[in-house]
Nanobody, 125 residues
Framework: QVQLVESGGGLVRAGDSLRLSCAAS????????MGWFRQASGNDREFVAG????????AYADSVKGRFTISRDYAKNTVYLQMNSLKPDDTAVYHC??????????????????WGQGTQVTVSS
């Protein structure tokens, strides 16, 4: 059974940094796209960043470009999201997800097949 477990969330101040981790188990996801999404209270789930398998090509939402970096450790079956210069607007529950149907990063949540439960990130002003 596939499991994705996120960690690393917390309460920080504007300008601080956090690193989120997402550990995958149940199968090897080396060739699959892994992504991060976030959902703020009352809002739809939105794409944050994604990384493809193999080549490790990355994609980011415009709102986080230059501040967030996604990476993956193939040996550990883990994907990371380094978040710098955090803003109050970054407050949300962050979820990782896996897309087994594409070689390229897709930004629509419906494209992703497996999801973690999420980790809360709260940024105070």
């Amino acid at each position: 059974q596939v499991q994705l477990v996120e960690s690393g969330g917390g309460l920080v101040r504007a300008g601080d940094s956090l690193r989120l981790s997402c550990a995958a188990s149940g199968r090897t996801f080396r060739t699959y796209v892994m992504g991060w999404f976030r959902q703020a209270s009352g809002n739809d789930r939105e794409f944050v960043a994604g990384i493809s398998g193999g080549s490790g090509n990355t994609a980011y939402a415009d709102s986080v470009k230059g501040r967030f970096t996604i990476s993956r450790d193939y040996a550990k079956n883990t994907v990371y999201l380094q978040m710098n210069s955090l803003k109050p607007d970054d407050t949300a529950v962050y979820h990782c997800a896996i897309d087994v149907g594409s070689l390229f990063v897709r930004s629509g949540p419906s494209a992703y097949d497996y999801w973690g439960q999420g980790t809360q990130v709260t940024v105070s002003s």
